[in-house]
């Protein structure tokens, strides 16, 4: 599970901004959000609430980009690490961007720490903490010399026998993280496996609100039994879309030609695909079809035919079953984006009431929740505001000293007032008017 995560120069956000999962000492809902793992209190939840353009999206292209640097990592030594900096002070833009990331994997609690530019993976640290030891100590810190773009490892005390550890070196390529470099490396480090396994499956694919397919996603795991169809279709039943059902149907067909003679010349696509290409130059599609109840009985209509919100929820229930049945984490931004309000919240107490040891964090403009105090801890309520010079600054509701937040206090009535920052700085109403014509009449 994720401690918390810390990011500096990485597109809106310029000073170092942490969103934190552990918990207080609150005892406030704690058997819906709160996790126990060794010593450790983390949280099932955060919601990041902020005006447009604060920087709420920023923080889920982070956790994205934080899953890339270890999964995605760069094919050859002229490849660009592609992201953007924070783009409205000069002064950065030969600054490196940092990451921090306290998380929990097997029975060990990590501190992992990357600096980065689109140009080269610049510095890295590993400390590893097991639980019940009273010490943390440090498994490898990584440098590289920009001049002649090398990079070097130094092992903690307990890491220096580390088999192969040459091997990897070989492959730490200047824009390589040292957990990409052991993906492209034929050595068997158990507890490097380790971490690179738990981000893999730990971390799920962000969720947009724009046009992403996630649709395709959940669609593949359900046909390959990752989750479970008549738990989807059950969700979705109760969601009160219409919906008693949903039928997957499989259709082969032909790749196009040009596309065909493209995969077989390509010179970067691995032989084995394109000898399957060669020999069947076909691909396997899928539709869905939700049916609806009619006076004679259940009606299929196609996916695209379905309303943008029943969509949306379709993807949302597929996500929403992966992190009740396994443990995973997911980043969705505007949760509420084409749902009912009530739905939104449905999802939410669904999402708390089952999932043992998944996070979600999540944006939203919906501040009506913060009315409701059985649906939030202070310490799960993350706001963005953008400061003078453009900056993201990103804080909790658990910040706030007893002055301007007391027990009793409404949190809804307060952020409404403007007492908690996070809210547009909106202008007169008036309209110019740029009409330069007379009236010759």
Not at 6 to 20: D, G, L, V
Request: aromatic share 10%.
């Amino acid at each position: 599970m994720i401690l918390d995560f810390t990011i500096s120069n990485f597109r809106s956000i310029k000073e170092a901004q942490t969103i934190s999962f552990e918990a207080t000492g609150d005892t406030h809902l704690e058997d819906y959000y709160v996790v126990h793992k060794d010593k450790y209190r983390v949280l099932k939840i955060a919601t990041i609430l902020g005006a447009n353009a604060s920087g709420k999206s920023n923080v889920v292209r982070a956790f994205s980009m934080f899953h890339d640097l270890i999964l995605e990592p760069c094919k050859n030594k002229t490849s660009n690490i592609e992201y953007d900096k924070f783009a409205l002070d000069t002064n950065l833009t030969n600054t490196d961007s940092i990451m921090i990331v306290n998380f929990l994997c097997g029975e060990q609690k990590y501190y992992y720490e990357v600096h980065f530019n689109n140009k080269a993976v610049t510095y890295e640290l590993l400390k590893r903490h097991p639980f019940g030891n009273l010490r943390e100590h440090k498994v490898f810190e990584r440098t590289t010399d920009l001049e002649s773009e090398v990079s070097s490892i130094k092992w903690g005390d307990n890491y220096r026998s580390v088999s192969n550890s040459r091997d990897l070196t070989s492959n730490l390529i200047h824009n390589r993280t040292v957990f990409g470099a052991f993906q492209n490396t034929n050595v068997n480090i158990p507890w490097m496996k380790e971490i690179v396994d738990w981000v893999d499956s730990y971390i799920l694919p962000p969720i947009l609100p724009s046009e992403q397919h996630i649709y395709e996603y959940v669609t593949k795991k359900i046909i390959e039994k990752e989750i479970d169809k008549n738990t989807v279709a059950s969700q979705l039943k109760k969601a009160d879309v219409g919906i008693s059902d949903f039928l997957i149907e499989k259709e082969t067909k032909d790749i196009p030609k040009d596309l065909v003679n493209m995969i077989l010349s390509a010179d970067d696509i691995p032989e084995e695909l394109k000898n399957k290409v060669k020999t069947d130059p076909t691909t396997e599609d899928f539709k869905i079809r939700l049916i609806h109840n009619g006076s004679q009985g259940g009606v299929p209509f196609d996916f695209n035919e379905e309303s943008r919100g029943t969509q949306r929820y379709y993807e949302l229930t597929g996500i929403l079953i992966m992190l009740v049945n396994e443990s995973h984490f997911v980043a969705i931004d505007e949760l509420e984006c084409k749902l009912h309000p009530d739905l939104y919240e449905h999802f939410i107490a669904t999402f708390l009431n089952n999932a043992k040891e998944s996070q979600m964090v999540f944006t939203t403009h919906m501040r009506e929740f913060l009315g409701d105090k059985d649906m939030f801890r202070d310490d799960s309520v993350w706001l963005t505001e953008k400061s003078d010079n453009g900056a993201t600054d990103l804080y909790s509701l658990n910040d706030f000293g007893s002055d301007v937040l007391r027990d009793s206090t409404s949190r809804y009535n307060v952020y409404r007032a403007g007492r908690l920052g996070a809210v547009p700085r909106l202008q007169d109403t008036y309209l110019e008017s740029t009409n330069n014509c007379t009236d010759n009449g």
